[in-house]
């Protein structure tokens, strides 16, 4: 009989820590939450990113140091992919099946993700604020999709319409890198010709390392493009249109948010004065003299890092505040699902960014608003606001 009981309770004490092994919550512990990030620090996008992070890891910071959320701090691991989408997916199975991470932030490239999401999906792991404003970041089964801003798509077909009316423009053109992301920039801009009765006439297609941009140049001019859509990379971006104003080619370039970086701004000798791009929020450097909250923001991470805050900052700035939003809303008890209850109650004005952000049950994408910028004397100056929710 004493063996019996003792089998017994021996049988119930290894069930039980069965069930507790089963009911554990993936990067989730009593003192602490994994976050983890897979974005491209040392490729053709890497000024989007690098930037991101650091300003990610001092909002955590901040929060960890103040006693974190519910009593648990923020691990953030964030892997490099260097723009490669194998090298990619090796992250993904890395942070998601080894580092075991609750939810991820600020994944960078559109292909990439696209990648990533059956890993993530089949883990239970919410993509926030992702890197790439591709429309199919918030397509199909959205539970574990969160986007932040208006997509490429939207961002393409509003500057266009916004431009043809501001240059008398009779036609359209594109150049871009022929991947997931370069495709919604060229299909905003054509779909967008197509409406207005504008002529889409012609188009050139680039790799993501491609730097000699004569020959596409000189095809667009002989075309007589008035506006040219750009999906490159952010030094092609500033390659080709140094190119075009060379050759003479006197058309309106714009870019969506993919082209919308200080470090496009800044480029000694106002090679890209003139150029546009349509984003999903507004550029910080006009704001800081008028807008206290960001000042006091950009001066704490220029004093961490020894750097001015720029287009990255704001946007590692944005996905982190928006995780930690959800992470207070979910409570104690952090599931994927009482994170994407979290997530579906955040209603703000994001000062950094200066738009507002709302979502919601079948309402995942943050902000509707489109930007449109241009640089001019080598910073962002807005030339118009779009909120594509209202007639315009």
Known sequence: MRKLVTSSILAMGLAAGMAGVANAQQGVSDTEIVI???????????????????????????????????GRKIRFIAEDHGYQVPKAVQNFNKLINSDKVFAMILNLGT??????????????????????????????????????????????????RHLAKEKNAQEVCAMYIPSDFGLEVYEGAKDEAEALGLKYAAETTHKPDEQDFVGAITKLKEAGCDIVATGLGVRQTIVAFGTAKKLGLDAAFVGSSAGFNTAVAKVPGGVTDGYYAAAGWSD??????????????????????????????????????????????????????????GMETIKLHDSIMDVDVSYGPGDHQGADLIVISQIQGGMWKEVARIDPTKSN
């Open 36 to 70: 983890g990030s897979n974005g491209d620090l040392s490729g053709v996008f890497a000024a989007f990113n690098v930037g991101a992070i650091k300003a990610a890891q001092m909002m955590f910071d901040d929060i960890n140091a103040k006693g974190g959320i519910h």
């Open 284 to 341: 910080l450097e006009a704001r800081l003299g008028s807008n206290a909250e960001l000042k006091t923001w950009a001066d704490a991470y220029q004093a961490k890092f020894g750097e001015p805050a720029g287009t990255a900052a704001q946007l590692g700035y944005s996905a982190a505040n928006t995780l930690v939003k959800a992470l207070e809303a979910a409570g104690k008890d952090l599931t994927p699902e009482s994170f994407g209850k």
């Open 111 to 160: 292909p990439h993700n696209i990648a990533g999401f059956p890993i993530m999906e089949a883990a239970k792991v919410h993509n926030v604020s992702p890197l790439t404003a591709a429309r199919q970041m918030i397509e199909g089964d959205i539970t574990y999709k969160w986007t932040g801003s208006s997509s490429y798509y939207d961002q393409l077909r509003a500057a266009t």
